[in-house]
């Protein structure tokens, strides 16, 4: 089993920036493509970006593309997750995933790992 620890959530003011983390251990981190998925109460929980196992091709759901950016170093088996020009509608607990198969998709259900996910909150 892959083990997944996100870090770095916190408060943030509206317009604001974060950089959150994912460690990962257990398995062939280099093998994996990677998401970040988020999940705000009374929400489905959401697509938010992929990266593939290079690093090479990255994935962005509408509402973050351009202000959120998703990095790998596959040296430290960490998966990065930078946000810029937070807003309230950002709010929500974040995740990291392991999806096995190499193939960009954006539900949840066909990643294979998770994390236990880190608050992020946006205020106004």
């Known amino acids: 089993q892959v083990l997944l620890v996100e870090s770095g959530g916190g408060l943030v003011q509206a317009g604001g920036s974060l950089r959150l983390s994912c460690a990962a251990s257990?398995?062939?981190?280099?093998?994996?493509?990677m998401g970040w998925f988020r999940q705000a109460p009374g929400k489905e929980r959401e697509f938010v970006a992929s990266?593939?196992?290079?690093?090479?091709?990255?994935y962005y759901a509408d509402s973050v593309k351009g202000r959120f950016t998703i990095s790998r170093d596959n040296a430290k088996n960490m998966v990065y997750l930078r946000m810029s020009n937070l807003n309230p509608e950002d709010t929500a607990v974040y995740y990291c995933?392991?999806?096995?198969?190499?193939?960009?998709?954006?539900?949840?259900?066909?990643?294979?790992?998770w994390g236990q996910g880190t608050q992020v909150t946006v205020s106004s």
């Open positions: 257990g398995g062939t981190f280099s093998s994996y493509t």
């Open positions: 990266i593939s196992r290079s690093g090479a091709s990255t």
């Open positions: 995933a392991v999806r096995i198969l190499l193939s960009h998709v954006t539900d949840s259900r066909l990643y294979d790992y």
